[in-house]
């Protein structure tokens, strides 16, 4: 029999093609195996190695630095042990020289006096227009510790009152030889019993000469542009704490303030953040062709910088460098400002009158009205509802401004130069600044409950909800 049927028949015969096919899904699944190993091998060497580079950044990566802030130092956080609080400013001074009654100084500022020395220790300067173009500064001191203040010169009768105002000892120099004016201000300062200093009366003993270079022009307190004076130098005098000290002694004046009686021509607040009406962050004052103040807003030191032009000089920063002989180098800084609108007759201004201002305080203004009863009654300065107003901590400026004269205030910003080194500021974590602002904002939230407790049931109208 065939072999090929013999095979058939006992049923082992393979058919040549299904051999090859069972060949063939061996190599298929061996290479699938193969293929998957090497897949999971390079996966996993992928993965190793993002890791391993993940692992080396945070390795090298360098800490966050946290969020911080700078804020300004408050004056008063800085008060030292031998310190207390000024009545004029409200901010630190030497409780030896707060027990004093201050000193108001009346000072040059024509163009061939110009820079002052002292005045930026002034706690309050007034700015009184004098006869002619001009005008002069009054700065009151608690403080006389600078040492060397001026140029002075003459006051007129009317700022015996701005004394006055603060119980200060009143310093000027030869005003009873004014001309045309000499014996009206020494009948004034008889009259009104003023504790005045003369210091052309105390020369060898509190003043001294300095020569300085003068400015092109000045308008030597005439009324007509065309009457203008050139000269090449300037003997100015200066007035020594030192000197003030010992000629207020020999004089007899009270040297202490009353505790139980003292004058005080501000109320201040707690703080010095308060904000007002209106926008204001540069006030123009155009007194006359020769003088114009300016104040600038700065928003980050958070006072105003005075500026001014002076006979035909560009407007610049006012500062107190005063001579070669007195250098300071401190900018004009205030943190209140006053407007004082005044009765003006060629420099006659009366201080018993009351009239309307304006108070400018952080970048902000409001209308305000001002009077003054008596001569030995400090000028009281009200809102519009009557109530005096209270002031925020620093040193104010006091612009005595004709009623025939608009102060310019506007919400324009402009350059406002150097910051004095007075101003310091401190960095705080972003946690002390959240809590700082947190609790201010708890204390307005307070201050506006108390206020809402004292309103009358008959001063809420009917329709609650618009009130509110």
């Given amino acids: 029999m065939d072999e090929k049927m013999i095979n058939y028949g006992t049923g082992n015969y393979e058919h040549p093609r299904r051999k090859r096919r069972r060949y063939n899904y061996g190599r298929i699944a061996a290479l699938l195996i193969i293929v998957l190993a090497l897949v999971i091998g390079i996966l996993w060497l992928v993965v190793s190695g993002i890791k391993s580079l993940i692992g080396g950044s945070k390795k090298v990566k360098e800490p966050e630095t946290p969020q911080t802030y700078e804020v300004l130092v408050k004056e008063w956080e800085d008060m030292k042990d031998d310190e207390t609080i000024s009545n004029l400013s409200g901010l630190p001074v030497s409780k030896e020289e707060a027990a004093k009654r201050p000193v108001a100084i009346m000072f040059h500022n024509r163009l061939d006096t110009i820079p002052q020395a002292g005045l930026s220790d002034a706690e309050i300067v007034y700015e009184i227009p004098t006869e002619g173009e001009v005008v002069a500064?009054?700065?009151?001191?608690?403080?006389?510790?600078?040492?060397?203040?001026?140029?002075?010169r003459s006051i007129r009768s009317n700022v015996i009152d701005y004394a006055f105002d603060n119980d200060a000892i009143l310093v000027h120099y030869k005003s009873g030889e004014v001309q045309d004016y000499g014996q009206g201000i020494t009948n004034a300062l008889t009259r009104l019993n003023s504790a005045n200093i003369d210091a052309g009366s105390y020369e060898d003993e509190m003043t001294e000469d300095v020569v300085i270079e003068a400015g092109t022009v000045q308008a030597e307190a005439t009324t007509s542009s065309e009457q203008k004076v050139t000269t090449e130098n300037q003997i100015v005098k200066f007035v020594t704490s030192?000197?003030?000290?010992?000629?207020?002694?020999?004089?007899?004046?009270?040297k202490m303030r009353e505790p139980e009686n003292q004058v005080k021509l501000f109320k201040f607040g707690l703080d010095d953040t308060k904000t007002l009406d209106s926008v204001c962050n540069t006030v123009t004052i155009e007194y006359s062709w020769y003088q114009t103040s300016e104040f600038r807003y700065d928003k980050k030191a958070m006072v105003y910088k005075r500026f001014q032009v002076v006979g035909n000089t560009e407007l610049q920063q006012m500062d107190s460098k005063g001579t070669k002989e007195t250098l300071d180098d401190e900018p004009l800084e205030y943190k209140n400002v006053i407007i004082q609108y005044v009765n003006c007759d060629n420099g006659n201004i009366n201080p018993l009158e009351s009239g309307e201002g304006l108070y400018i305080t952080n970048g902000t203004s409001m209308p305000i009205t001002w009077e003054k009863t008596d001569d030995y009654e400090p000028?009281?300065?009200?809102?519009?509802?009557?109530?005096?107003?209270?002031?925020?901590?620093?040193?104010?400026?006091?612009?005595?401004?004709?009623?025939?004269i608009e102060a310019k205030v506007s919400v324009d910003e402009k350059d406002t130069g150097k910051t004095s080194s007075r101003i310091k500021y401190?960095?705080?974590?972003?946690?002390?600044?959240?809590?700082?602002?947190?609790?201010?904002?708890?204390?307005?939230?307070?201050?506006?409950?108390?206020?809402?407790e004292n309103i009358e049931d008959e001063d809420i109208p009917e329709n609650v909800d618009e009130y509110l």
Avoid: H
């Fill in 426 to 452: 401190k960095t705080v974590s972003a946690e002390e600044f959240n809590n700082e602002q947190t609790k201010k904002a708890d204390e307005a939230l307070a201050s506006k409950d108390e206020t809402d």
């Fill in 137 to 152: 500064l009054l700065g009151v001191f608690q403080d006389l510790s600078s040492g060397k203040f001026g140029p002075i």
């Fill in 379 to 404: 000028t009281k300065f009200k809102d519009l509802a009557g109530n005096e107003i209270e002031l925020n901590r620093g040193r104010t400026w006091i612009s005595l401004v004709p009623k025939t």
């Fill in 242 to 254: 030192e000197g003030i000290k010992n000629v207020w002694a020999s004089k007899g004046f009270k």
